[in-house]
């Protein structure tokens, strides 16, 4: 119950922070600004060590992140016990959730689902480990851009373990999105995506969300976003309550 309440209080908080007056405190205190020096560094010192392999590198860059994470639940846990782990877990859900730094041209249905439909989804099936690694690979995605140039084929390892993790929520995404949308049109859209198992998650959601969608009405691809939202809250209380 304790990873229940912590997911409901987080995206309140969310929600208060993208919404009412007073959050852009928490909005600015969740910058990933800090990610892209973080990854030059530590490039600089794989390259140091003359570590070549793709997923070695990988974890190169994954690896202290955790140890971080870790680190702070013990220190939250040690010090104001379940209280303190209560704490960490509301801390940690409202950074992954919905960070702001991630705007881009992406469509507003492949954004929501990034930022925050796939964080709830594997952080109601991983817990804080599952927010993070998700968070990371979307941020790397988003951020390092520029190592395309420098190693593609890291950013293509990457690349592909973020579609991997992408996969199954993305599909749930787009059911959902015919669910709170025009449904009709929205689960035709669905079906014939689903057929196509090798397309890309965000071209799976840009289909779906549009189909579900009512073009003639204003702001409705943002109202989808919404009760989508809601819908995965639910759904990832289930997962969390059902593990």
Not at 8 to 27: K, N, T
Not at 57 to 67: K, N
Not at 173 to 179: N, P, R, S
């Amino acid at each position: 119950m304790q990873t229940v309440l912590a997911l409901i209080v987080a995206v309140l908080i969310d929600w208060w922070a993208r919404h009412l007056p007073g959050g852009q405190f928490i909005l600015r205190c969740r910058t990933v600004n800090w990610f892209g020096t973080y990854v030059s560094k530590l490039m600089e010192l794989v390259g140091h060590y003359k570590i070549t392999n793709n997923y070695l590198v990988a974890l190169a860059l994954y690896v202290p992140l955790l140890a971080g994470l870790v680190l702070l639940q013990l220190l939250f846990s040690k010090i104001l016990g379940p209280t303190g782990n209560l704490l960490f877990l509301i801390i940690t859900l409202v950074y992954f959730l919905s960070n702001k730094d991630l705007n881009n041209n992406d469509s507003e249905f492949v954004q929501a689902h990034e930022t925050s439909f796939a964080v709830l989804f594997w952080f109601a099936i991983l817990g804080p480990v599952g927010a993070l690694t998700y968070w990371f690979l979307a941020v790397f995605k988003q951020v390092c851009g520029g190592l395309q140039d420098d190693n593609a084929s890291l950013y293509k390892t990457l690349n592909w373990l973020h579609a991997m993790a992408a996969w199954i929520p993305a599909r749930i995404t787009g059911f959902i999105y015919a669910l709170v949308g025009n449904f009709t049109r929205g689960f035709n859209s669905w079906l014939q995506a689903m057929r196509s198992p090798n397309l890309p998650s965000s071209d799976f959601l840009i289909d779906c969300g549009n189909a579900a969608t009512d073009p003639t009405v204003a702001d409705d691809g943002a109202n989808l976003v919404e009760r989508a939202f809601i819908a995965w809250v639910v759904i990832s209380i289930i997962l969390v309550m059902i593990k």
